[in-house]
């Protein structure tokens, strides 16, 4: 039996950009992959651009301030803080 794998997802032109525009597609990649997987396909399947908008600025938000994930606490791992600095 195999385990149940997450579908990936591509990252789209329009988040790559905003990304990069506030200076976080580091921090975008410093969060573990599954993060990152989360936060694309939470954003992609959003079904208007009102939503789909305010869940980028919330993803913004989160990797600028660097303590929440899906507005859950987070906290990095000991290796992530040390390769960061």
Avoid: F, H
């Amino acid at each position: 039996m195999s385990p149940l794998k997450r579908q990936r997802y591509a990252m789209p032109d329009d988040v790559r950009e905003a990304l990069t525009r506030n200076s976080l597609l580091k921090a975008y990649r410093d969060r573990p992959p599954y993060q990152q997987n989360d936060y694309i396909g939470w954003i992609t399947r959003a079904r208007v651009d009102g939503t789909r908008n305010r869940r980028i600025a919330q993803m913004l938000q989160e990797l600028a301030q660097g303590n929440r994930y899906m507005k859950m606490k987070y906290t990095a791992k000991k290796r992530m803080r040390e390769r960061n600095g």
